[in-house]
C-alpha cells in the first residue's frame, strides 16, 4: 500500500479543536472499554451438558458465558433404589458421555484455559415414586391430576468437572411443592400445548398456567427448574 503525503491546501478541510476534542474522548473510552472487556472476560470456560431451556435460562441468569454440549445416553438404562443415587448416577452417565464426545485430554492440552463442565438432572417424586419425563399425553395428565391438591418434590443434582484438572464434585438439592386444586380445564390445556412432555414428571411450575395453583415451594424456584444457583456456584468455586 503507498501513502502519499499532501500539504493542506488553503481548501482542504480543518475539523475544529472541539471536534478533535470529542474523537479524541471517544478513542480513549473505546480503549478503556477494551481494556474493561478483557480485565472482565472470564478466565475459565463453562460447557453445559444438557438441552434444557430452563436450565440455560437459569445459567445465563447467573452472569455466565457457556456453550453447550448434550449428551446421548440411554437414561432408562440407568436405575437406582433413591432418588438421589439415580439423579447422581444420571449427571455421571451424561458428563462421561460428553467427555468421550469431546476428546477431553487432547483439547485441554491445547487450551490454557480452565473448563468447567456442567451436568444436572432432575426428577419428581409422588408418594416416594419416582417419576421422569411421561411417556405420553395420558400419563402426564395423571400426573398433574395427582399434584392437584397435593403435594409433590423434585430431587436434583448437579455435577461439575474441571476438564483441565480432572476435578469432579457433585451434589443434590430437594425441594417440596405443595399445590392448590388444579382445574381439569388447565390440565387439557397443558397437555394440549404439550411442554409438560418434556420435563420430568410433567412438572412446570413457572408455566403461567399452573403458577396460580402452586400453594407453597418450600425450597428454590430455580432448583425445581433443573439448576439450583447457589449450589451450582459453589460447585464451580471448589472446582476452580
Not at 418434590?153 to 464434585?169: D, E, H, I, P, Q
Not at 430437594?174 to 411442554?195: A, M, N, Q, T, W
Amino acid at each position: 500500500m503507498i501513502i502519499q503525503h499532501r500539504s493542506p491546501s488553503k481548501h482542504a478541510f480543518s475539523p475544529p479543536i472541539n471536534s478533535l476534542q470529542r474523537a479524541a474522548r471517544s478513542f480513549a473510552c473505546s480503549r478503556l472499554r477494551e481494556r474493561d472487556m478483557e480485565a472482565n472476560s472470564s478466565p475459565f470456560k463453562i460447557i453445559l451438558g444438557s438441552s434444557s431451556v430452563a436450565r440455560r435460562t437459569i445459567l445465563a441468569e447467573m452472569g455466565h458465558e457457556f456453550t453447550i454440549v448434550t449428551a446421548d445416553i440411554d437414561e432408562k438404562g440407568i436405575r437406582k433404589e433413591k432418588p438421589e443415587d439415580l439423579v447422581m448416577a444420571l449427571a455421571e452417565a451424561k458428563a462421561d458421555a460428553i467427555m468421550s464426545k469431546l476428546r477431553t485430554i487432547n483439547n485441554q492440552r491445547r487450551d490454557d484455559k480452565q473448563t468447567i463442565l456442567i451436568a444436572a438432572d432432575t426428577v419428581v417424586v409422588y408418594e416416594d415414586v419416582v417419576r421422569e419425563k411421561p411417556s405420553s399425553k395420558e400419563e402426564a395428565q395423571q400426573f398433574l391430576k395427582d399434584y392437584s391438591g397435593g403435594h409433590a418434590a423434585t430431587v436434583g443434582s448437579v455435577l461439575v468437572t474441571n476438564l483441565k484438572t480432572g476435578f469432579r464434585k457433585g451434589e443434590w438439592d430437594r425441594v417440596e411443592i405443595y399445590f392448590h386444586e388444579i382445574p381439569d380445564e388447565i390440565i387439557e390445556k397443558l397437555i394440549e400445548e404439550g411442554s409438560v412432555l418434556n420435563v420430568a414428571g410433567g412438572l412446570i411450575i413457572e408455566h403461567p398456567l399452573i403458577l396460580p395453583f402452586v400453594k407453597q415451594v418450600v425450597g428454590t424456584t430455580d432448583s425445581v427448574m433443573g439448576l439450583p444457583k447457589d449450589l451450582t456456584e459453589k460447585l464451580i468455586r471448589e472446582a476452580l
